[in-house]
DNA sequence: AATGATCTTGACCGTTTGGTCAAGGCTTCC
DNA sequence: GGAAGCCTTGACCAAACGGTCAAGATCATT
């Protein structure tokens, strides 16, 4: 089947891209990676960047997916969690089109401008408007919304573009089930806390 | 005067490497950049790997300069007041050195992986400590001191890594300084709150 | 079984790139 | 003024890379 070979190839592309960047990948690498030569990579997607533009637009698709988890609630509780837990199991299960993601924004973005300057930014101004809505029935702190979401999506896309530190700060082992669980609960906490949006976590009685 | 070329050299490179990666990179651009003939570049760094271990090493010692500012204080206000509030500063002034670093992790650290695992380690080591005291002390709430740093690391550096998509949300213009310190001011006060180090901004009365 | 369409592949090519080299300046010190 | 050391540079080279091509293999349809 044509659909299973081509979704083979762009599986192995993420990854190599994901590793090496654009420029550092190599179709013959892919093509190794594939299982398959590179004359025949080059059958499914005539040129590296149109492949590379398949890779970019199944990421930003899961950026998407993500993105209306936003939507599942008008609690801001409710809405914040769902979003944050989603975009951290993202960078659990596909850490590699994050990285593929975060290099391309790193180098100012030559290949998908045309979707942040339109979806992205749409999802992020109605998303902001919800926000402040949030804030003016009195159900969350005055922070400026923008720099709240800058702070969800570097936060949770660091545990996937970021994880060979975590890993290397970890003992050189990829964080467990119950480590990473206990990541995603701390950034929750922090940041619900953060806009008042639940309770302060309790502090310790001084221990002296 | 050698020191002198060489520095122009290293600040070309660091510009180039930030903008096209390692591979990306070519020798050509920046000697171009520095205004010299690439066979003049290669007698001050005998190889492309030479010089980025140099921009890289530069780009480090940025870093621990910034680490330094954690101890400023025994208060957990005020020491992590500065710490986020230097790496916010230096997210704006040396934008290109994070991206070589953000880059150099993304594709798992092959140069400077020996820093991660002694210099970086170690230093993370002694403030885990160090919050955690604070935490046993009763000064801040008790969250896991790890995923703070790296909340702390991801939110500071995002504003260097991804300024390219927040130039684009924000209109295709660079933050002003006026909101790159509201910006900083957001990040300070939603993680002070959320560790409970400082009051909860109060939330506005409902508007109706 | 024949025919045409689709797929596979080793060999090949032009371009780009990191790096070399030899010839020529420039500066310094006797 | 000349010798010695340092710096500069255009021309060049080998390796790696993206992509092509033509010849053959495989498959579907009748």
Redesign the pocket.
Known sequence: M?AE?ESAILQAAEAVFADYGYKG????MIAELAG?????L???F????ALYRRVVEHIFNIWLDAANSFDESDDPVEALSAYISKKMDISRDHPMGSKVWANEILHRAPVIQDYLETTLRDWTASRIAVINRWIAEGRIAPVDPQYLLYMIWATTQHYADFNHQIDTLNGGEPLSDAQFDRAKQTVIGIILAGIGASPAIARKEAAE
């Open positions: 044509r070979k990948a190599t179709t013959g398959i030569p590179k004359a025949n080059h059958y499914y005539p040129t590296k960047e």
